[in-house]
């Protein structure tokens, strides 16, 4: 190997990392304006992130193109949720207590997922299909050791769980209360609904 091709070989990583840097940054600020201002323009995100309107048209040349990312970004987040609340472990409604808490942490990106217009798309959510899998195996899990009500089907307690999510998220959004008041009421809902009733 050349002395020319060892120096081209040290400064590659520079410049890509570079990228994805400017490339999470114009992202996440893409999450934190369009949580508050889901018709925001890209203008609006550019200088959110300090880039100039350019260089954001380098990464993303059209909104369609970022937000597809930022649905991407949701579905990666999803899962990512999914592995931290370790599903396999403890009770079924002690892992969908842990889901809740988890999804809790992504309040903004979930903020622009249920409100800004073209974020969820079903080819972006379609590889955590293995995660949707794990939330139905803690749920039936449930079903087994008495924590969740056997009459509520798997498919029922995870939409329960998501429409809950979006009534939290939007009680937040519209001052109702705090996001820990939001928490404790989701919770709360949701030990309610899927405990099952005490016996005759």
């Not at 940054?25 to 300090?50: E, F, H, M, N, Y």
């Not at 842990?98 to 999804?103: D, I, K, M, N, S």
């Not at 899990?141 to 939290?168: E, F, I, K």
């Amino acid at each position: 190997m050349t002395t020319i091709h060892r120096v081209l070989q040290q400064r590659s990583p520079e410049p890509s990392a570079t990228r994805e840097r400017t490339r999470k940054a114009i992202l996440g600020a893409a999450v934190s304006v369009l949580a508050r201002q889901p018709a925001a323009t890209l203008a609006d995100i550019a200088a959110a992130a300090k880039v100039g309107r350019t260089t954001l048209h380098r990464y993303f040349p059209e909104r369609s193109d970022l937000v597809a990312a930022v649905s991407t970004e949701a579905a990666h987040a999803v899962r990512r949720a999914a592995t931290a609340a370790r599903l396999n472990q403890g009770t079924g409604a002690e892992a969908l207590t842990r889901l809740c808490h988890e999804y809790f942490e992504l309040a903004d990106l979930l903020t622009v997922l249920f409100f800004t217009p073209g974020v969820y798309q079903e080819d972006s959510f379609a590889e955590a299909a293995a995660d949707y899998r794990a939330v139905n195996d803690a749920i039936e899990r449930g079903h087994l050791d008495g924590t969740v009500d056997p009459a509520m089907s798997s498919d029922w307690v995870h939409n329960l769980l998501w429409s809950l999510m979006y009534t939290s998220i939007d009680y937040v959004n519209r001052g109702a209360g705090t996001r820990l008041q939001a928490l404790e009421l989701t919770l709360r809902s949701l030990r309610r609904s899927i405990t099952p009733d005490p016996m005759p």
